[in-house]
């Protein structure tokens, strides 16, 4: 199936410094990449819709301005954390679909961002 | 967006076929039903899709029934290898106004696999 790699696979950061993290598909282009988010024994909550070329959808309560979403071309969506808080730790992962190839969505491998 | 509703565990021996059921009563026309497997600290992978009646590849089967308000994912003689979450979700296929991608996922059936 197709390919999507995120970086850096695991982040520690300091409280109130911000982190960005890259999510690209390797063989295909996505216009469209999701960001998901998901804490200990819980589900993924998807969080935003990355638009190439435009702005991202955020879902309903995640702070656009905290979770800032580029998604600057066909291959490359990155989500950057700013100013984080402990609260912000968690496993985010980001996924993509190959409109040119099938209906199902592919995932990256996860970046655990641990706030300290 | 239709949600969906799956054990929250099961548990099985090796060997065994292991068959995970999900209802999805408000699913739209549109929505395929798709089966993913995570792993601890791992985003989740694909397994199988279908829209209706059976599909089957290498790895797994998917049973639809005529009204599409479940389905069925069945693993044939699983191994310890195949303890994870497997997640069923529900989505459209595109079109006009497509949420095409946005996935919602829930909480999931945690397999257990015992030797």
């Known amino acids: 199936g197709a390919v999507v790699s995120q970086h850096p696979s695991r982040v520690i950061c300091k409280s109130g410094t911000s982190v960005k993290i890259e999510c690209r598909s390797l063989d295909f282009q996505a216009t469209t990449m999701f960001w998901y988010r998901q804490f200990p024994k819980q589900s993924l909550m998807l969080m935003a819709t990355s638009n190439e070329g435009s702005k991202a959808t955020y879902e309903q309560g995640v702070e656009k301005d905290k979770f800032l979403i580029n998604h600057a071309s066909l291959t490359l969506s990155t989500l950057t954390v700013t100013s984080a808080h402990p609260e912000d730790s968690s496993f985010y992962i980001c996924?993509?679909?190959?409109?040119?190839?099938?209906?199902?969505?592919?995932f990256g491998q996860g970046t655990r961002l641990t706030v300290v | 967006l239709a949600k969906t509703t799956q054990p929250i565990s099961m548990d099985s021996y090796e060997g065994q076929e292991v068959n995970i059921t999900c209802s999805h009563n408000n699913i739209a026309t549109n929505d395929y039903i798709t089966w993913y497997q995570q792993f601890p600290s791992q985003g989740p992978r694909f397994i199988i899709q279908?829209?209706?009646t059976k599909v089957t590849n290498e790895v797994a089967s998917l049973f639809i029934p005529a009204d599409r308000k479940s389905s069925t994912l069945s693993l044939p003689r699983v191994s310890l290898s195949d303890t994870a979450v497997y997640y069923c979700?529900?989505?459209?296929?595109?079109?006009?106004?497509?949420?095409?991608?946005?996935?919602?996922f829930g909480r999931g059936t945690q397999l257990t696999v015992w030797p």
């Open positions: 279908g829209y209706k």
């Open positions: 979700l529900v989505g459209d296929m595109g079109g006009r106004g497509s949420t095409l991608g946005r996935l919602y």
């Open positions: 996924s993509a679909r190959d409109l040119a190839g099938g209906t199902e969505a592919f």
